[in-house]
């Protein structure tokens, strides 16, 4: 059987079945060089990839050690800072005593104002404010309140509510001085 070629030759059946395996053997040899090609050109890209990733944790790493360096000079600075401002703080404390001021611990009692006044804290601050006992006279106060207690009738003592916390209260009482008749 023979067959025809578009250049209008005849063929035999063997020369056409070597021709289409030849066809199929290049083909497949295509296919498979470009699959190595591939394969390798896809390495190449990956190695640039694990290249370029191992130099960005090098720098990374040497960047990191940096601000380390930075965040521990920092907090060295600022634990010095923090214990010159308590220094300072102490100091001034001791220089400039606030006039007529106490400290009153919860159920602690004192005598101010020149023996006019018994100011007293009963219970623990809370929340809502302090009790406060003046002359024996309790009264719910918050910061900043100011108490007039009448000692006689010529003299009004104030007993005025500084700040507060769990442990503390600050007070402030003073009496201003009777005036002259």
Do not use: H
Request: glycine share 8%; net charge positive.
């Amino acid at each position: 059987m023979s067959e025809r070629v578009e250049t209008g030759r005849t063929i035999g059946r063997s020369a056409w079945l070597y021709a289409s395996r030849s066809r199929g053997l290049i083909g497949a040899a295509l296919l498979l060089g470009g699959a190595v090609v591939g394969f390798a050109y896809r390495g190449y890209v990956d190695y640039l990839d694990i290249r370029d990733s191992n130099q960005r944790v090098v720098q990374y790493r040497s960047e990191t050690r940096e601000l380390r360096a930075q965040i521990n000079d920092q907090n060295a600075k600022i634990e010095a800072l923090q214990t010159r401002l308590t220094s300072i703080k102490a100091a001034l404390d001791a220089i400039m005593p606030s006039k007529d001021t106490y400290s009153l611990n919860p159920n602690q009692s004192i005598i101010a104002a020149d023996g006019r006044l018994t100011v007293g804290l009963v219970g623990v601050p809370s929340n809502k404010g302090i009790i406060v006992n003046v002359n024996g006279k309790q009264q719910l106060a918050m910061a900043g309140d100011v108490i007039d207690i009448a000692v006689d009738p010529s003299i009004t003592c104030q007993v005025r509510v500084q700040s507060f916390d769990m442990f503390k209260a600050i007070l402030t009482a003073s009496c201003p001085a009777a005036a002259p008749r």
